[in-house]
């Protein structure tokens, strides 16, 4: 199992920023890639941004392609969402999610491959 814990929401200005984190812990050494995916009030869960765990590559959302950065600090277990010129579309709750090696087949821009996920953290913008 792989818990995730994300922190770092809040309520920001348009035009301002915010950075998530998302901690793992537990059999870390199963992930494959982790991604951010945001859920507004009456909408889908969307997908944000993906990671891959080993590489380092990334995958954004066209939405917030050049505004949001998601990494990974060396060979730790935690990965940020840098979020910057932060726009009141982007108010959501934000889950930080998980993919195991052993998930077939594997995806990157949809929910279903990710085992595991955080609790959300709020992230409001306002106007």
């Known amino acids: 199992q792989v818990q995730l814990v994300e922190s770092g929401g809040g309520l920001v200005q348009a035009g301002g920023s915010l950075r998530l984190s998302c901690a793992a812990s537990?059999?870390?050494?199963?992930?494959?890639?982790m991604g951010w995916f945001r859920q507004a009030p009456g909408k889908e869960r969307e997908f944000v941004a993906n990671?891959?765990?080993?590489?380092?590559?990334?995958v954004y959302a066209d939405s917030v392609k050049g505004r949001f950065t998601i990494s990974r600090e060396g060979a730790g277990n935690t990965v940020y969402l840098q979020m910057n010129s932060l726009k009141p579309e982007d108010t959501a709750v934000y889950y930080c999610?998980?993919?195991?090696?052993?998930?077939?087949?594997?995806?990157?821009?949809?929910?279903?491959?990710?085992?595991?996920w955080g609790q959300g953290t709020q992230v409001t913008v306002s106007s």
């Open positions: 999610a998980a993919q195991d090696t052993r998930t077939s087949p594997r995806g990157t821009t949809y929910a279903r491959p990710y085992n595991y």
């Open positions: 990671i891959n765990w080993s590489g380092g590559s990334t």
């Open positions: 537990g059999f870390t050494s199963r992930i494959y890639s």
